[in-house]
């Protein structure tokens, strides 16, 4: 199986502050990678696919990069409702694999 | 708009079988360009893909290793829906449970998932 590993576990900000968000694959996923947003009692929410394609309807404040088995995903300005709990996910091969996730409190 | 809607007891005993169902809406499960997952949340193991099915001219399942001798995902055209088996279950197996769309593009991703399901094993 290919391990994501993240970093941070998790991260303090003030709203306005930018964050960057680290995805490190155990092995070379091309750009088979996904990002996704959970909030405490919901299901995860697919925010950026194929490494940094947003997706619909997602914020522009949200970018994603990298490629092989370095990935980041960084937020521009955050919000109050950014706050939340983000996945990595790789779909290159079967088990497709997540991140630990990375906690992103207010500070 | 897609829409996925769980359904299934969130109570198992330890050695009986797990079975939830989850309800398509918006899609087919019958679709070429999407495949049908379970996917697992729990705090010992973080979010974790079981398995799915997806209808390719004919059906085809991929499982999880971690599972394979335990799980059977079903689709139900009839109902439009798939189905989630998982055997002998364990305190173990106890986790949010979720259904979710793969999108299958140049690459894919899932969205929208389901509600999520507690599922605790236990006596």
């Known amino acids: 199986d290919i391990q994501m590993t993240q970093s941070p576990s998790s991260l303090s900000a003030s709203v306005g502050d930018r964050v960057t968000i680290t995805c490190r694959a155990s092995q070379s996923i091309s750009s088979y990678l996904n990002w996704y947003q959970q909030k405490p009692g919901k299901a995860p929410k697919v925010l950026i696919n194929?490494?940094?394609s947003l997706q619909s309807g997602v914020p522009s404040r949200f970018s994603g990069s990298g490629s092989g088995t370095d990935f980041t995903l960084t937020i521009s300005g955050l919000q109050p409702e950014d706050f939340a709990t983000y996945y990595c996910?790789?779909?290159?091969?079967?088990?497709?694999?997540f991140g630990q996730g990375t906690k992103l409190e207010i500070k | 708009q897609v829409q996925l809607q769980q359904s299934g007891p969130g109570l198992v005993k330890p050695s009986q079988t797990l079975s939830l169902t989850c309800a398509i809406s918006g899609d087919s499960v019958s679709s070429n360009s999407a495949a049908w997952n379970w996917i697992r949340q729990s705090p010992s193991r973080g979010l974790e893909w079981l398995g799915r099915?997806?209808?390719?001219?004919?059906?085809?399942?991929d499982y999880s290793p971690s599972v394979r001798s335990r799980i059977t995902i079903n689709p139900d055209t009839s109902k439009n829906q798939f189905s989630l088996q998982l055997n002998s279950v364990t305190p173990e197996d106890t986790a949010v449970y979720y259904c979710a769309r793969e999108v299958v593009a140049t690459q894919n991703w899932f969205g929208p998932w389901g509600q999520g399901t507690l599922v605790t094993v236990s006596s």
């Open positions: 194929a490494a940094s």
């Open positions: 099915t997806y209808y390719r001219s004919k059906w085809y399942n």
């Open positions: 996910q790789q779909s290159y091969t079967i088990p497709q694999t």
